[in-house]
T-cell receptor, first 110, second 113 residues
């Protein structure tokens, strides 16, 4: 079992829908990253959080440390949001190693 | 634009060969990270350098090595290449490491034939 699990693996939505992508991890973490990988391959860091909630535009990331769970929400989804979303956990204890989930492929249809 | 520059964008080479991937971090960032993304394994952390010194090591093969130079650019050397080394190799940088935000380059796509 991977230390970082994402669900769903694939997600298809209609433009305007509210999207939720989930990430569960099995180890204690110091931070959790949400990344967006475009069809061309480039990776953009969306959020890094260690507690609570962060918001940037239509994107919201939440984390529940006790439940070892994080969610990425996209409000009013748009076809340009189509990408692979990857969560990555950084273990406690000063390690710089990130453990990545396998990603969620999101397709937003017009 | 993340400010992180990776060269080359694409590299095609034969088994047994050696290649060097280059990364220039964002201005002011002292930490450089290397990651490998293959179809079957997904993204994996390879190695991190901070201000010229190796800071952390992940799933990096002995055939692979890296270094960070005084001007903070980094190189990842891959030798005795095998078909399974075909992957996207990403470099990322951050100000100090720790829980600083990461900035990713566009990656180098390596194809070993």
């Amino acid at each position: 079992k991977n230390e970082v699990e994402q669900s769903p693996q694939n997600l298809t939505a209609q433009e305007g829908e509210f999207i939720t992508i989930n990430c569960s991890y099995s180890v204690g973490i110091s931070a959790l990253h949400w990344l967006q990988q475009h069809p061309g391959g480039g990776i953009v860091s969306l959020f890094m959080l260690s507690s609570g909630k962060k918001k940037h535009g239509r994107l919201i990331a939440t984390i529940n440390i006790q439940e070892k769970h994080s969610s990425l929400h996209i409000t009013a989804s748009h076809p340009r949001d189509s990408a692979v979303y990857i969560c990555a956990a950084k273990a406690q204890g000063g390690s710089e190693k990130l453990v990545f989930g396998k990603g969620t492929k999101l397709t937003v249809n017009p | 634009d993340s400010g992180v520059t990776q060269t080359p964008k694409h590299l095609i080479t034969a088994t047994g060969q050696r290649v060097t991937l280059r990364c220039s971090p964002r201005s002011g960032d002292l930490s450089v990270y290397w990651y490998q993304q293959s179809l079957d394994q997904g993204l994996q952390f390879l190695i991190q350098y901070y201000n010229g010194e190796e800071r952390a090591k992940g799933n990096i093969l002995e055939r692979f090595s890296a270094q960070q130079f005084p001007d903070l650019h980094s190189e990842l050397n891959l030798s005795s290449l095998e078909l399974g080394d075909s992957a996207l190799y990403f470099c990322a940088s951050s100000v100090v490491g720790g829980n600083s935000p990461l900035h990713f380059g566009n990656g180098t796509r390596l194809t070993v034939t």
